[in-house]
């Protein structure tokens, strides 16, 4: 499929712009503290930027298409348009067999039309699956050491004792 390509890089740049706005939010006291604003908003326009840019050309691809696609099916109308008008002329079928092919034709496009919104929702998510399936297929970072002994759990249970999350100070 000639979109996928642009598609995968558009769901990249969504992840990337997502996670920035998400790193933004979560530091916003940081970023007003220590006078960040300016950095912060930098980075987030070309993250933003970069993103507007890859949606964009996936959208002006998908536009593309569809141009493509009304083009062939006005072509195959007025074809189709012609010929039944010409037998007509000459007798060999009647206006109620041009009603009917013309019902045809527009069930048929309709379907078409129908069929290119399908696909293209197939695509769109084994592009935005694609970036999450090469996560997965990553090695884990933390690795056991050579030689260790695997742990057996006798009990399963989980116990928090004398925990603290804070700052120490």
């Known amino acids: 499929y000639y979109k996928f390509p642009s598609e995968v890089d558009a769901s990249r740049k969504d992840s990337e712009l997502s996670g920035n706005l998400a790193d933004v939010i979560s530091n916003s006291i940081n970023v007003k503290l220590f006078t960040a604003h300016k950095d912060e908003q930098r980075i987030f326009e070309k993250t933003s930027n ?17 141009m493509g696609q009304a083009i062939f099916m006005t072509g195959l109308e007025i074809g189709v348009m012609v010929i039944t008008i010409r037998l007509w002329r000459d007798g060999v079928v009647s206006a109620g067999f041009f009603v009917l092919i013309q019902s045809y034709l527009l069930s048929f ?54 925990v603290v999350f804070g700052y120490k100070e």
């Open 50 to 66: 970069r993103w507007r840019k890859s949606r964009k050309w996936a959208w002006d691809l998908g536009s593309y298409f569809n």
């Open 109 to 162: 496009f309709h379907h078409l039309w129908e069929l290119k919104w399908m696909i293209q929702g197939i695509f769109d998510a084994f592009a935005d699956a694609e970036e999450m399936t090469q996560i997965l297929q990553e090695a884990h970072e933390v690795r056991d050491h050579p030689g260790a002994k695997k742990i057996i759990v006798e009990k399963r249970k989980i116990v928090f004792h004398e």
